[in-house]
């Protein structure tokens, strides 16, 4: 064996013993974050502070520089930490202040991913949650095929269910008035709402949520939940409590308003990447081929597209065709690739630069409200 091999293991040897000294930095740091999250509570401090993470971000860059480190990499390190750390204090402070203690939940469609997501959600907060699906729910909660074997006295009534099938379990719901909050979490209220409306007449303390992340999302620091007011406050103040005690945005908006948007939320830009996928698909070019040349504008692209190619086409094509305002959205779209493609095909050099400039400043104005709201 060479001296210049033993010299190389035995720096690999001191490269595993500092990632071990890494990683229980990085559990001392949890555990720290634990008790942060004790002290916050107890002295009624809010979880994030943006003023502290800002400090402590420019002082650890400043620190890099002075060791030779990237101030870049420091930082995007830094920020995998912070938010770790978010969550950890996040979900300790749902469990500390949870309000199911003693009440019960159940979720039509647990078995299913967001379902789940709200199975885990409601059981952190201290509610017996139970599962109708007749797919087997999250392990720790009741489970039953068929939500009509329940006695629906249950506080709250989730139905995270397929669009297709949520308004009829609504309008089923209605002729039983469950006594609890009831409330669905789907992407689109117009196909909902014969189902809303029967619940409202028939008295139930009914509203409805659209959470805006998928289920694999831990952190709601930066998310929004959206929240339908049908007309009775108390149901829609008791959907916000569950979520009182999370760093999440919550909105709250009428139910022709949330569809109009999200026209533009969801459809725009669902059906934008899909454009973009297939015009690619189209090109009759290899995908590996335009990656060899690919830019970092089409790698951002390139990125979200490919995560909106992934994702289940039958509940996207209900987002585009179930949403009564959604064919203003696209009309929107069409007319604005024309107006492009007719800039660049006629050479007009002045028509170009205003869409690009309208662009940004309609972008900048958006850029100033999130920089005030942080």
């Not at 205003?354 to 940004?360: I, K, P």
Request: proline residues 3%.
């Amino acid at each position: 064996m060479t001296t210049e091999t033993v010299s190389l293991e035995e720096l690999r040897r001191r490269v595993t013993d500092i990632d071990r000294q890494l990683i229980a930095l990085m559990a001392e740091r949890k555990a720290v974050s634990e008790e942060v999250a004790r002290v916050k509570r107890a002295t009624g401090r809010s979880t994030r502070d943006y003023e502290r993470e800002r400090e402590v971000i420019l002082g650890v860059r400043a620190m890099a520089e002075e060791r030779g480190v990237s101030p870049a990499l420091a930082e995007q390190m830094l920020r995998l930490l912070i938010r770790s750390s978010l969550t950890t204090q996040e979900q300790a402070t749902v469990a500390a202040r949870g309000a199911g203690s003693g009440r019960r939940a159940l979720v039509i469609g647990g078995a299913g991913k967001m379902g789940g997501w709200f199975v885990n959600f409601l059981a952190s907060q201290g509610f017996a949650v139970e599962v109708a699906d007749p797919a087997p729910g999250p392990a720790g909660a009741t489970h039953v095929d068929d939500w009509r074997r329940t006695d629906l006295r249950h506080d709250y009534i989730v139905l995270a269910t397929p669009l297709a099938a949520t308004d009829a379990i609504l309008r089923d719901l209605a002729l039983r008035r469950p006594p609890g909050v009831i409330f669905d979490v789907g992407s689109l209220k117009s196909p909902l709402r014969a189902g809303l409306m029967a619940l409202k007449s028939h008295g139930c303390q009914v509203t409805s949520v659209h959470p805006m992340f998928g289920p694999d999302t831990e952190l709601l620091s930066g998310r929004h939940v959206i929240f339908v007011d049908l007309g009775n406050a108390a149901a829609l103040s008791r959907a916000r409590e569950l979520f009182a005690s999370t760093m999440a945005e919550q909105v709250v908006t009428s139910l022709d308003d949330h569809d109009r948007l999200i026209a533009y939320v969801l459809g725009l830009s669902h059906a934008l990447n899909i454009a973009f996928f297939t015009a690619l698909a189209e090109s009759g070019e290899a995908a590996p081929r335009l990656a060899k040349m690919s830019s970092t504008t089409f790698d951002a692209q390139l990125e979200v597209a490919s995560r909106v190619a992934e994702e289940s086409p039958d509940l996207y094509y209900e987002i585009q065709s179930l949403n009564d305002y959604g064919a203003e959205s696209l009309e929107a779209l069409s007319q604005a690739v024309e107006r492009l493609r007719t800039a660049v095909l006629s050479q007009d050099h002045t028509t170009f630069v205003a869409l690009m400039r309208r662009g940004r400043d309609y972008l900048q104005d958006r850029r100033t409200v999130t920089e005030r709201r942080a």
